[in-house]
């Protein structure tokens, strides 16, 4: 299976900040690369789908990029509302959904 | 608005079978071109793909699991279950249901349950 990896792995950033998280692929997945929140006792929330596509509903603070192996998710203008733990997500190995670790944004 | 319910019993004894329903509301399973899923995530830990069934009934695994699990699923009740058998406490998990959109560049999944925590313990 192709494995993705998310760095890193936690991060501290204070409201208004833009922050990135990257995901990297151990071989390419085009853009078949998804973006989820999930806060502390949560379902996740789907972010970005197609490395790039926002979902509906979710704020444009958030955007994702990236083809191939390296992916990354920006959030601009960090709100208190935005710190949680952020997965990255692929389905180019047949068959199989992959999850990346997780990436942790807390507050400064 | 697609919603998805969890619900089983919230303890499993070792060794016995772990047995999970969603019922999906605000929609029909038998309509569009979707999957329905169940993920899991041990407490503190990441999220784990466990299978999908398809509204033909025809299922799919994940590897590490497949000996030990099946998801069924009921139309006319418009629900699906996740059977998985042999647990040991390293299947004690927070279990979501979920539905997969396949879009045109990759599935995603765009609707999850709440989530319903198993413990296997005796």
């Known amino acids: 299976d192709i494995q993705v990896t998310q760095s890193p792995s936690s991060l501290s950033a204070s409201v208004g900040d833009r922050v990135t998280i990257t995901c990297r692929a151990s071989?390419?997945?085009?853009?078949?690369l998804n973006w989820y929140q999930q806060k502390p006792g949560k379902a996740p929330i789907l972010l970005i789908h197609?490395?790039?596509t926002l979902q509906s509903g979710v704020p444009s603070r958030f955007g994702g990029s990236g083809s191939g192996t390296d992916f990354t998710l920006t959030i601009t203008n960090l709100q208190p509302e935005d710190f949680a733990t952020y997965y990255c997500q692929h389905n180019y190995s047949p068959l199989m959904y992959i999850f990346g670790q997780g990436t942790k944004l807390e507050i400064k | 608005q697609v919603q998805l319910q969890e619900s089983g019993p919230g303890l499993v004894k070792p060794s016995q079978t772990l047995s999970l329903t969603c019922t999906v509301s605000g929609g029909s399973m038998s309509t569009g071109y979707y999957y329905w899923s169940w993920i899991r995530q041990p407490a503190g830990k990441g999220l784990e793909w466990v299978g999908r069934i398809y509204t033909s009934g025809s299922a799919n695994y994940n590897p590490s699991l497949k000996s030990r699990v099946s998801i069924s699923m009921d139309t006319s009740k418009n629900q699906f279950s996740l059977k998985l058998n042999s647990v040991t406490a390293a299947d004690t998990a927070m279990y979501f249901c979920?539905?997969?959109?396949?879009?045109?560049?990759?599935?995603?999944?765009?609707?999850w349950g709440q989530g319903i925590l198993v413990t296997v313990s005796s």
């Open positions: 197609g490395a790039s």
């Open positions: 979920a539905r997969i959109n396949s879009g045109t560049t990759s599935d995603y999944f765009d609707y």
């Open positions: 071989q390419s997945i085009r853009t078949y």
